[in-house]
């Protein structure tokens, strides 16, 4: 299969708590793994990526580590910030030779002050 | 740089029409994606361009194509519209090429309402 599993939103924490985003992906192979993120009205912007097994990619405070055993992507943060309020999407490159993204359902974060 | 921009953001339609939204990449991108956002299915892909040739397609009807131009700004056409066709459309320029790690950059989108 080619799927993106994520938890079900809204997320709602208090500033400067920690973040976990659960993201499971099915493969048969090991495909470069991203997170976006969506701001309202806006388009969705690259947060971070891993592209072979064990990778960590890292941006802005996020983290997310590719576990091939668990076939998980997990976003974290140590602390959120009101401005990290966002809709946050989990995604992996479909299949060898089609260059495109399969995305999970989205994840709504509200941080509250 | 510039990013990807999207024209036009806003767009009503009504039920039978056709409608045509565009797409500039980010300069030195050849690459470029279409997606379809609605609250009930998610992100889903519509096609991929690259050298003005569609090189990956999602599963979608006929009604919605699309095309490349030699600058890689790409245009994306539905006809026949529904009220189904209702979204955010979202387009995405990457570069190509083997070795270069895969990375697409999105646009603000265009928000297509059909009445």
């Known amino acids: 299969g080619n799927s993106v599993t994520q938890m079900e939103g809204p997320v709602t924490l208090s500033e400067e708590a920690f973040l976990t985003i659960n993201c499971t992906y099915t493969a048969t192979g090991y495909p470069s793994l991203f997170w976006y993120v969506q701001y309202p009205g806006e388009g969705l912007q690259l947060l971070l990526k891993?592209?072979?097994?064990?990778d960590k990619g890292s941006n802005k405070g996020f983290e997310a580590t590719y576990r091939k055993e668990t076939t998980s992507f997990h976003l974290e943060k140590g602390s959120v910030q009101v401005s990290d309020s966002a809709v946050y999407f989990c995604?992996?490159?479909?299949?060898?030779?089609?260059?495109?993204?399969?995305f999970g359902s989205g994840t709504r974060l509200q941080v509250q002050p | 740089k510039a990013g990807v921009t999207q024209t036009p953001r806003y767009l009503i339609k009504t039920r039978g029409q056709q409608v045509t939204l565009s797409c500039s990449p980010i300069?030195?991108?050849?690459?470029v994606s279409w997606y379809q956002q609605t609250p009930g299915q998610g992100l889903q892909f519509l096609f991929e361009y690259f050298s003005e040739t569609q090189r990956n397609k999602g599963n979608f009807p006929g009604r919605f194509s699309g095309r490349q131009f030699s600058n890689s700004r790409s245009e994306m056409n539905v006809s026949t519209l529904e009220l189904g066709d209702s979204a955010l459309y979202l387009c995405a320029s990457s570069k190509a090429g083997t070795g270069v790690p895969y990375e697409q950059y999105f646009g603000p989108g265009t928000r297509l309402t059909v009445t």
């Open positions: 891993a592209t072979k097994a064990d």
């Open positions: 300069s030195g991108h050849r690459s």
């Open positions: 995604a992996r490159l479909m299949d060898t030779g089609r260059r495109a993204l399969t």
